[in-house]
């Protein structure tokens, strides 16, 4: 059969069209969803720590994530009131002494109070290091480019906070420009590059969880430099990571009258929600509960008033699940059976403490037996901390949060245990 030239002409502009309409297609799909046909009224500079510049293109991302600044509402075991943890829960006290956090320890809250916050935190002093605003600020992106994070670190909170008018912003999150979700934060970049990992590899759907580890993650400040670190070198679950600190002796500061070596946890959702959880392993991401698409008339965007899904469930929750009032009432179910856990594991520490207070002023106390205990006393802490820091009350990963706590249990026992045999030589019966 002869081809003439015209035909293969025609078949070339076929298959032309078709592609180019196909890379349409792609193009628009890849588009961020309320922007489609629309120019950007103003052109944003890279890293533009003012989110109001940001807003003049997407007035709807802006406006509702200004609501994170006046919603004032308290759930049961969460939302954005800053009620005292300490007044809650008199236990803590004791849990954290000899350390900052037993002065002030509050709710979290919406992210546009997060400057403010920081600042007005009382463990705040002339000796904290700038490390402290890595998580506060829009300021950061350009900071971090521009002074380098060892520098950033190294600054002092009162010196580099001349440097920093904004609290979390647009910057935190997207490129300029694109709008594409970005790991802005270098311990994130970092720590992800020690596990041979590269975002700029991942999916959107991976991203809309990765993007909140630019904060919400297990952090410390590492050496004289106080450099931002994530412990994640043997992997992210809390054994890994506690194996990790193990490792490294690190300490967070030094339990009065125990002298027990000790770790505090920071607000590890990232680590515990990707811990094999069954949202986590069936795809869902943090932004569908904490950022649900929403309508504006004809717009459709997600919504920027980052908070607990409780108070809005039915977008959360009810683009997947058809009976939110079950699923919610299962939330209520979970945080229960995980605060029951958290204050057995709480009353367990205090028994270990004051029997290693007694063990420690004994003097004929078996030091290496003493020793024991306080090892014991540092990883239960720590496994109960992971869970109680955590912001979920357990929901995000239900199973895992419960062994944790269960093992800090244990452990703690078995501290208390120690410390008995340490001065009484033995903690069996004896008899008659
Ligand atoms: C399946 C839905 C879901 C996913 C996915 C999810 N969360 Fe949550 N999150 C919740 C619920 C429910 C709570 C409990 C809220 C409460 O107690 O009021 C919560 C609580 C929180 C809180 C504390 C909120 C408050 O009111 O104090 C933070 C912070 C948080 N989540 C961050 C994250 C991050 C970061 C991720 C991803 C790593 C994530 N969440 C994934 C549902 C989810
Ligand atoms: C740049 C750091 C940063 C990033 C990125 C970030 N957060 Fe936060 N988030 C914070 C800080 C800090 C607070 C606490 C602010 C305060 O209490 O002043 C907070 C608070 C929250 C709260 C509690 C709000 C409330 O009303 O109690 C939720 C929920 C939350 N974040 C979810 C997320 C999710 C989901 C993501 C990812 C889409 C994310 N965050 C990304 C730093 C960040
Ligand atoms: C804490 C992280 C975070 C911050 C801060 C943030 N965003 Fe987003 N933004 C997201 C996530 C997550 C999505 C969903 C992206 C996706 O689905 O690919 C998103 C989506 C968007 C989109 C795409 C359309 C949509 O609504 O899904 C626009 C536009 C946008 N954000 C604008 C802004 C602006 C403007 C600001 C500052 C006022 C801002 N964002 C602050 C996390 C953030
Ligand atoms: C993007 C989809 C999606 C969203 C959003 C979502 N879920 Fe789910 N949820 C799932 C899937 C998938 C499962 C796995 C079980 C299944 O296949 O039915 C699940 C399971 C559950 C379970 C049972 C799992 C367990 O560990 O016991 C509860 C409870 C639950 N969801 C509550 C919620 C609540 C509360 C919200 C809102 C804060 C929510 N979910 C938001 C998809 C979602």
Known sequence: ??????????????????????????????????????????????????????????????????????????????GSVPFSKLEDDPRLVVLFAGMAFSKEYNEDRGHMHSLQDVREIDRVDETTPGTCYSCKSANNPSLWDKMGPTDFYKTKFYELGEQIEQPIGCANCHEAGTMKLIVTNPALEEALKEQGKDWRTFT?????????????????????????????????NIDQIIAYYNEIGFKDWTYPETETPMLKAQHPEYELYTQNSTHYNAGVACADCHMPYTRDGAAKFSTHNVQSPLLNAQAACGQCHTDVAFATGRVAIIQQQVRETMDAAQDALIDAIDAMKIAAASPNVNAELLNEARQLHRDAQMYWDFIAAENSMGFHNPSEALRALSKAIDLARQAQLKAIQAVNGSTTLQGQ
């Open 1 to 78: 059969m002869k081809i003439s030239t015209s035909s293969l002409i025609l078949t070339g502009i076929i298959v032309i069209l078709a592609a180019s309409l196909i890379s349409v297609l792609i193009f628009m799909k890849n588009q961020p969803i309320a922007d489609r046909g629309i120019q950007p009224l103003v052109e944003i500079a890279p890293m533009e720590p003012n989110s109001e510049q940001w807003g003049i293109n997407f007035p709807n991302q802006w406006s509702t994530f200004q609501m994170t600044a006046t919603n004032n509402n308290r759930t049961v075991f969460g």
């Open 204 to 236: 959107r759907q991976e991203m809309r969880t990765v993007v909140c580890a630019n904060c919400h993650v297990e952090y410390y400040f590492a050496g004289e430099g106080k450099y931002l670190t994530f412990p994640w070198d043997k992997g992210t």
